[in-house]
């Protein structure tokens, strides 16, 4: 029989330590010093006494104690205590092993059970209590409110497969991790958001100078009686027979499909912007980008003035009602610039009368005169108008309201209401006797170039970088029909002004086209500009009809004779 048969192999268990594991081997270590200090001090007064065999034998103790002490401040399982008595007391001893050996063999796992248990109950105890809370929640069986109640929550009203108890069961757990109030809270804090997105949209108001309230005095001496009349005028045309105002229609409508170019002169050297008609319908004033206005006659295109003043493009002009043509010194006309000078013109002068310098840097795009003539109104690009008293001389209101700049302005025949239009796609309706917005004008999907009132004084047409016209009832207060007039964005809108039977839009796609009242049918596309149509009037006896544009060209449209 071999050595080995004698060595009994054991296998070693793990051991799992609990609680502090640095704690546990400094202790380990102080024992197994403290117990080697005690074996050395017995072994060495035993071999005081003894022989010299005897010293080395002790000597030998020593050594095999000292390693047993290494051993115990290394490892101190009974498992490995007991092979090591067994391996020392064999035929052949084995050599002692190195700190390197013994110190692989120490197991460094670690579980700190307490803590991870400690974590479990807590969880558990808080599913428990959540569970709890969703039990005694009170939730609807009514599908369509635990819907309306999800969504209150920010949450997926459905999900696929979800049927209506799923569903409540899931509001359920969502009311019990959020709170039993949370939908309260929720419709409280939508309230207050919404009350405070009032608060600042609301209009506000300061008290405004003397002269203002003069100008809103004024105002409604002056509009008042025009208003009833105006009234007068449509309750007699009530009277009418049907079978006369359709005849009127066949008849304006035949007029209208007749009409072709009367006149087409070159304008300047750079495309005319904006046109006018006078008051009596014999003058006509243009705009250029060169910076000059021209005064022609009517209806054969004759110079009659030149206007020098601007030092940039014009953009909008305005004829002033009431005024004679032999008048002199008095304000006849008016142009705004893109640098923001407004300047006011007279008969026979080429300079200008007055400056008006308040809008600067920002572009005027349009202006125009109150049917009395007394007020003169200026839409400029710093997203506000203005209203200037020429009897006062000053400005008596300088209106915000615009997101963006305000491009285009037209008043009511009665002189009591104004329609500004933006390009912000949002026009407005204000009343100049209280400074009110009464209506606002939300619908089209891009900027609106043009606006005008309709003779009846409760129809508006805006036209929009969108392609469309749309119709504005202001007793509605709501839009009434949508013409999808052009395949470009509409420069221009005006009405008939003796009656509003048919409006007239104008177009980038260098097209200008008529449309019949209440109906809105297309009535007439005038075609002959080479290039995009920037505005458009209608002169007040309604024969004839001025376009401008890109071409460098003004174009006098008039029906057969």
Not at 516 to 538: A, E, F, R
Request: hydrophobic share 30%; proline share 4%; with cysteine.
């Amino acid at each position: 029989m071999s050595d080995d048969d004698d060595i009994q192999y054991i296998k070693r268990q793990r051991t799992l330590h609990y609680g502090s594991l640095e704690e546990t081997e400094r202790k380990r270590q102080n024992a197994g010093a403290a117990s080697a200090t005690t074996t050395t001090t017995a072994t060495t007064a035993t071999t005081t006494t003894n022989t010299p065999a005897s010293a080395a034998t002790a000597s030998t103790t020593t050594t095999r104690t000292e390693v047993g002490g290494q051993l115990e401040d290394i490892d101190s399982d009974e498992d490995y205590e007991e092979s090591t008595k067994k391996a020392s007391s064999g035929k052949s001893a084995a050599p002692p092993p190195t700190a390197a050996s013994l110190a692989n063999k120490i197991d460094d796992d670690y579980f700190d059970l307490e803590t991870e248990m400690e974590r479990d109950k807590v969880a558990l105890l808080e599913e428990f209590e959540r569970k709890k809370r969703a039990r005694q929640i009170n939730v609807s069986t009514d599908d369509q409110e635990i819907k309306s109640n999800l969504r209150q929550l920010n949450e997926p009203i459905c999900y696929f497969g979800e049927g209506p108890a799923e569903r409540r069961k899931r509001l359920k757990e969502l009311l019990a991790n959020l709170g039993e109030h949370a939908i309260g809270k929720k419709q409280t804090e939508e309230e207050e958001r919404k009350l405070q997105q009032r608060e600042q949209e609301a209009t506000w108001y300061h008290e405004g100078p003397d002269s203002l309230r003069i100008a809103r005095l004024w105002l409604a001496d002056y509009s008042l009686p025009r208003a009833r009349e105006r009234l007068m005028r449509a309750a007699e045309a009530l009277e009418v027979p049907s079978a006369t105002r359709a005849g009127r229609m066949v008849e304006m409508q035949k007029k209208l499909q007749s009409l072709s170019p009367l006149c087409s002169q070159v304008g300047d050297t750079r495309p005319v912007s904006s046109a006018a008609f006078s008051e009596d319908s014999t003058l006509m004033l243009t705009a250029s980008w060169s910076g000059l206005c021209k005064l022609w006659s009517v209806p054969d295109c004759e110079l009659k003035q030149t206007l020098r003043g601007h030092a940039s493009y014009v953009g909008g002009v305005a004829l002033r009602p009431g005024v004679k043509a032999d008048e002199e010194n008095v304000v006849a006309m008016a142009s705004g610039g893109h640098d923001g000078a407004v300047k006011l013109w007279g008969f026979n002068n080429e300079e200008s009368i007055a400056d008006i310098t308040g809008h600067m840097p920002h572009r005027v795009s349009k202006v125009a005169f109150h049917p009395s003539g007394r007020f003169l109104a200026t839409a400029c690009y710093d997203s506000s108008w203005r209203l200037w008293d020429l009897e006062q001389k000053t400005e008596v209101l300088h209106q915000e309201g615009h997101a963006k700049p305000v491009h285009c302005l037209s008043y009511q025949s009665d002189g009591s209401v104004l329609v500004t239009g933006g390009l912000d796609a949002f026009g407005r309706v204000w009343d100049l006797r209280t400074g009110r917005c009464i209506m606002f004008l939300e619908g089209h999907l891009g900027a609106v170039f043009g606006v005008d009132f309709s003779p009846n004084g409760f129809h508006i047409a805006t036209g929009s970088q969108d392609n469309t016209c749309k119709i504005w009832d202001l007793r509605r207060r709501q839009p009434v029909y949508t013409i999808p007039a052009h395949t470009n964005l509409i420069s221009d809108v005006k009405y008939q002004q003796d009656c509003g039977s048919f409006l007239v839009t104008c177009s980038y796609d260098s097209t200008t086209k008529i449309w019949s009242n209440k109906t809105w049918q297309p009535l007439k596309t005038l075609q002959g500009h080479d290039n995009k149509v920037i505005s458009v009037d209608i002169s007040p006896n309604s024969q004839y009809i001025a376009t401008t544009s890109f071409d460098r060209t003004f174009k006098l449209w008039s029906p057969d004779s």
